[in-house]
């Protein structure tokens, strides 16, 4: 199993700027593709990020030019770096890795628990 923590959310002014980590703990034998989601009230979870182990990228449209996903596989960890912030942005940003437990056994996907954003004056 694969645990997800998120850290780094809070309250930032538009224009702000602030940076979301994600930490992967548990048993595991490699983590693939990892991504950033994030659901504001009354509204569907939506894709915000996504990278691949190698380093590729892809970008919901609202945030693209915005924010920049990375990751640093030496410590399991994934990074959003949030600019010029929008109201709009405020919602709660979850952490998902798609990871297999070992050699032979079909991946899986892992949810953290989420950490709020809200972007006010």
């Known amino acids: 199993q694969v645990q997800l923590v998120e850290s780094g959310g809070g309250l930032v002014q538009p224009g702000g700027s602030l940076r979301l980590s994600c930490a992967a703990s548990?048993?595991?034998?490699?983590?693939?593709?990892m991504g950033w989601y994030r659901q504001a009230p009354g509204k569907q979870r939506e894709l915000v990020a996504r990278i691949t182990r190698g380093g590729n990228t892809n970008y919901a449209d609202p945030v693209k030019g915005r924010f920049t996903i990375s990751r640093d596989n030496a410590k399991n960890t994934v990074y959003l770096q949030m600019s010029s912030l929008k109201p709009e942005d405020t919602a709660v940003y979850y952490c998902?890795?798609?990871?297999?437990?070992?050699?032979?056994?079909?991946?899986?996907?892992?949810w953290g628990r989420g950490t709020q954003v809200t972007v006010s004056s």
């Open positions: 548990g048993t595991f034998f490699r983590l693939n593709d």
């Open positions: 998902s890795a798609n990871a297999f437990a070992r050699l032979g056994v079909s991946s899986a996907d892992y």
